[in-house]
């Protein structure tokens, strides 16, 4: 099933969910609103154009790569905890892909407080390690946990709790989540790649063939 979540309008963060059964379920016009939808973005993708990444963001993969990935993510969403691993895997791959990360937390204070642990450890460059140890732990954490899971990532994690309530690391995520109003991103994960919004946890052959399909149109586009 696609997992839509509505996204707060402003900087107010939200946890409302969603559920949609698959689509040939859907009462009316679901092919058009899909449609439209995607058009919809694919326009807002063009309109932003470098503006969706920020200096900021944490970066994995080839930082000069020719396909880049920018994925939205919630820390809690377990759609998102089955994308990542795939990136990642994707990555060891094809030595040619940037990725940005974008956390965007809609799903509650946990999902809050563990989206600001992540860019708190990315000011120690720890942002990869945090992320994959917040995937290894199901139950939502506290403070008391986030730091000792920073101090056993060798991070300061005293410095890590004190850094969740700075303002800098909130305005970050804010504007993630209005970055991501502006996309029309509905769900969480997504990934915008090719000039496009790819909704879902995609699987790794799926992955390879839309960064193949964006390789082959920007070589397209520079002949």
Same mark, same amino acid.
């Given at each position: 099933?696609?997992?839509?979540?509505?996204?707060?309008?402003?900087?107010?963060?939200?946890?409302?969910?969603?559920?949609?059964?698959?689509?040939?379920?859907?009462?009316?016009?679901?092919?058009?609103?899909?449609?439209?939808?995607?058009?919809?973005?694919?326009?807002?993708?063009?309109?932003?154009?470098?503006?969706?990444?920020?200096?900021?963001?944490?970066?994995?993969?080839?930082?000069?790569?020719?396909?880049?990935?920018?994925?939205?993510?919630?820390?809690?969403?377990?759609?998102?905890?089955?994308?990542?691993?795939?990136?990642?895997?994707?990555?060891?791959?094809?030595?040619?892909?940037?990725? $940005?990360?974008? =956390?965007?937390?809609?799903?509650?204070?946990?999902?809050? &407080?563990? /989206?600001?642990?992540? %860019? @708190?450890? !990315?000011?120690?460059?720890?942002?990869?390690?945090?992320?994959?140890?917040?995937?290894?732990?199901?139950?939502?954490?506290?403070?008391?946990?986030?730091?000792?899971?920073?101090?056993?990532?060798?991070?300061?994690?005293?410095? $890590?709790?004190? =850094?969740?309530?700075?303002?800098?690391?909130?305005?970050? &995520?804010? /504007?993630?989540?209005? %970055? @991501?109003? !502006?996309?029309?991103?509905?769900?969480?994960?997504?990934?915008?790649?090719?000039?496009?919004?790819?909704?879902?946890?995609?699987?790794?052959?799926?992955?390879?063939?839309?960064?193949?399909?964006?390789?082959?149109?920007?070589?397209?586009?520079?002949?």
């Amino acid at each position: 099933m696609r997992r839509r979540l509505l996204l707060a309008l402003g900087p107010t963060l939200i946890s409302a969910l969603a559920w949609a059964a698959p689509q040939e379920t859907l009462l009316g016009p679901s092919a058009d609103s899909d449609q439209q939808l995607e058009a919809a973005q694919r326009a807002a993708v063009a309109a932003l154009g470098n503006r969706i990444a920020d200096p900021t963001d944490p970066v994995a993969g080839n930082p000069l790569g020719d396909v880049t990935l920018v994925v939205f993510t919630d820390p809690l969403c377990p759609f998102c905890r089955r994308l990542i691993p795939t990136v990642r895997a994707l990555l060891q791959e094809d030595r040619g892909v940037k990725v $940005i990360w974008k =956390d965007i937390p809609v799903l509650g204070p946990a999902s809050q &407080l563990e /989206a600001r642990a992540l %860019l @708190a450890a !990315q000011a120690q460059g720890g942002y990869d390690r945090m992320q994959y140890a917040l995937l290894q732990v199901l139950a939502p954490l506290d403070r008391d946990d986030l730091r000792g899971i920073a101090d056993a990532l060798d991070l300061n994690g005293n410095a $890590i709790v004190r =850094d969740l309530d700075d303002p800098a690391i909130k305005a970050r &995520l804010a /504007a993630n989540i209005a %970055l @991501a109003q !502006q996309l029309h991103i509905e769900g969480t994960p997504a990934t915008v790649v090719g000039g496009r919004v790819v909704p879902g946890a995609v699987h790794l052959d799926d992955l390879e063939e839309i960064v193949a399909e964006a390789r082959a149109k920007a070589g397209s586009a520079v002949r």
